[in-house]
């Protein structure tokens, strides 16, 4: 699953995060920040400690587990690429007072199909 970036490009915010947890995701087992570097990027142009460094902003946001293995850390996913951007928009959400005004705007942007499944989203009822 190698997703290296063309020449000159950078991911899009958040991306490196998503890439990561998919391939968490997709591990039979806890992977360490070497083996995820290896699978996110073949190429080797992305660096071991950017990995580690959003590995573990991915750990503070409680998104992935961490365990020692001897003096390195292995790394499972808790969330999947959905839950991460949820929680983004949320986050976003929090720092704004005026969060009808936001949500609105948000409401907005959206295309018919979108708004269509937020309507849906919203008649459910919540589940136990």
Known sequence: MSTAQPPGRRRRPGQLETEIVTV???????????????????????????VVTTLTRLHEKGSV???????????????????????????????????????????????DSDERVLRDLLREPDAP
């Open 65 to 111: 587990t961490r365990s020692r293995d001897g003096r390195a850390f292995r790394y499972g996913a808790l969330s999947d690429p959905a839950g991460l951007v949820a929680d983004r928009m949320s986050r976003l959400l929090a720092v704004e007072a005026d969060r009808a005004s936001v949500l609105r705007r948000f409401v907005s942007t959206l295309t």
């Open 24 to 50: 968490l995701g997709a591990a039979s087992g806890p992977l360490t920040p070497g083996e995820v570097r290896d699978i996110v990027d073949l190429t080797g142009s992305l660096s071991y400690s950017t």
